[in-house]
């Protein structure tokens, strides 16, 4: 079995991974390290957990034990996708580092630029950073990448997912051509393939694990369920998570529960909660000190259950985590490998159990058709028929509570219009008789003598000739014809 003693590492790195208890490399990083100490460009395809922040942390050490950083030159780069990422990183090389006196910058956001400023303005050996923060500072005038001479992209494929690859082939093109560059990706997405072709010169590939799989040592099912009422889904989503940690007993010693949207992470953390369960949310939108203490919490054994969006599923380095819950099926079938890789590592025994509704059966295939192997089913503890029997029980239960009675009361008020008009009718019956003979009457004898006073002279009776409206001061010019007066 091969040692760290036979991959040529520096005496006070191998002193430092003594220190840690480690003492056989892992298949990536006995793959990775000889070529990069040779000062090659790497390739380095593996699975998530197994050790791939150490196969080039070490050999970085090694090879930057000798030299001098200068100010706001870094001698070194590494590019993370996350927070979170970057800061184990940075704790990686403090536990191997320990023994050499290198200086080292976190350049991520959430933390004054001032500070940051003041440690590259001294110089490091080693610079970590997210790609966004980076840029922020080299745009401020306060970094100069000409100095780089190794440079690490970590987690190339969450780069990818995150949108970062644009700002990844800016930061290159910073850095000196003659840069020694180590790539490191849990899966190989044509436009990561097109990176390196075009990045990286002759690199040593080393694949360890076929690309997307998950260990062989994480126990993974699903629990199918189906849509009951829209509005009762989340709710009976909820019940089935809290159900299924009850059931694992005392095997989940702890856990992370995966959401797809930050907005449900804060509600699945709410209710377990509620429900005694010693839970607490991290995803990107909380503030970096909130985060920092959450993890802490979590990697220290004071907080049992971690819910998480897939901000935590790169980057949260917990050897000993029992369970992942996928409360969603992710999007992206490539984050199924991410997320249940966080159980099962350093060759402990994990357990990942996904709820999958109706509506996620399409991306269920897409995780299946990408691990090559179908996801065992896993048998609904509230009973699998509990989404079913909810629903009818609803539909006939509104009819039964409606009073049918009352339904035709409500219709047997406009039925009171023919009472209301029956007597309108006798009314029309009894009104016409005696006014309709008299009306006639009234209208035609009074109204001849009385129309011509007071109507005002507008307009005429029903002899045509004579005027009506003037009373008797009418000029007699106005009275006489149309044709008596153009007769002369």
Do not use: W
């Amino acid at each position: 079995m091969t040692k760290f003693s036979d991959l040529n590492l520096a005496p006070k790195v191998l002193k430092a991974v003594d220190d840690a208890g480690y003492e056989s490399p892992t298949p990536i990083q006995e793959g990775a390290i000889p070529p990069a100490l040779e000062g090659r460009d790497v390739l380095g395809i593996a699975q998530t957990g197994t050790g791939k922040t150490a196969s080039f942390t070490l050999p970085m050490i090694t090879m930057l034990a000798r030299g001098r950083a200068r100010a706001r030159m870094p001698r070194s780069l590494v590019l993370c996708p996350t927070r979170e990422l970057a800061a184990q990183v940075a704790e990686n090389f403090d536990t191997y580092a320990k023994y050499v006196k290198l200086t080292k910058a976190l350049l991520i956001g959430g933390v004054s630029f001032n500070e940051q400023d003041r440690l590259i303005d001294r110089g490091v050996d080693v610079l970590i950073a997210t790609p966004g923060r980076l840029l922020d500072h080299f745009e401020r005038g306060k970094l100069l990448l000409t100095g780089v001479q190794i440079m690490v992209v970590d987690e190339a494929d969450r780069m990818l997912d995150m949108g970062f690859i644009p700002d990844i082939e800016r930061i290159f093109a910073m850095t000196p051509f003659t840069r020694q560059t180590l790539f490191f990706s849990a899966t190989m997405a044509p436009e990561i393939e097109r990176i390196t072709n075009t990045f990286l010169s002759n690199p040593a590939r080393v694949e360890v694990a076929r690309q997307a799989t998950a260990a062989e040592n994480i126990a993974q099912n699903v629990v199918m369920i189906k849509g009951g009422r829209r509005d009762k889904a989340a709710t009976e989503k909820r019940d089935l998570l809290r159900a299924l940690i009850t059931a694992e007993g005392d095997s989940l010693t702890n856990a992370i529960i995966f959401c797809n949207r930050k907005t449900d992470v804060d509600i699945v953390a709410k209710s377990l909660k509620k429900h005694g369960f010693d839970a607490a949310p991290i995803h990107g939108d909380l503030e970096q000190s909130q985060r920092t203490r959450t993890l802490d919490g979590f990697r220290g054994g004071e907080l049992r259950i971690l819910v998480a969006s897939d901000v935590a599923a790169r980057g949260l380095d917990v050897p000993s985590v029992s369970h992942v819950f996928n409360f969603d099926v992710p999007g992206h079938a490539e984050d199924y490998i991410h997320r249940i890789g966080r159980t099962g590592r350093a060759g402990r025994d994990g357990k990942a159990i996904m709820i999958c509704e109706g509506r996620d059966e399409k991306n269920l295939a897409a995780v299946e058709q990408l691990i090559k192997k179908e996801i065992p089913r896993l048998d609904n503890p509230l009973g699998g028929n509990a989404p079913e029997t909810v629903q009818p029980a609803e539909k006939t239960a509104k009819p039964d509570t409606q009073d049918k009675p009352r339904r035709t009361r409500t219709r047997s008020k406009p039925a009171k219009k023919p009472q209301v008009s029956a007597p309108a009718e006798t009314v029309v019956e009894t009104t016409p008789v005696a006014p309709v003979q008299e009306q006639p009457a009234q209208d035609t004898k009074p109204k001849e003598p009385k129309q011509p006073r007071n109507r005002g002279g507008r307009g005429r009776g029903k002899d045509n000739n004579k005027v009506v409206g003037m009373g008797e001061d009418m000029p007699s010019f106005i009275a006489q014809s149309f044709a008596e007066r153009y007769d002369d």
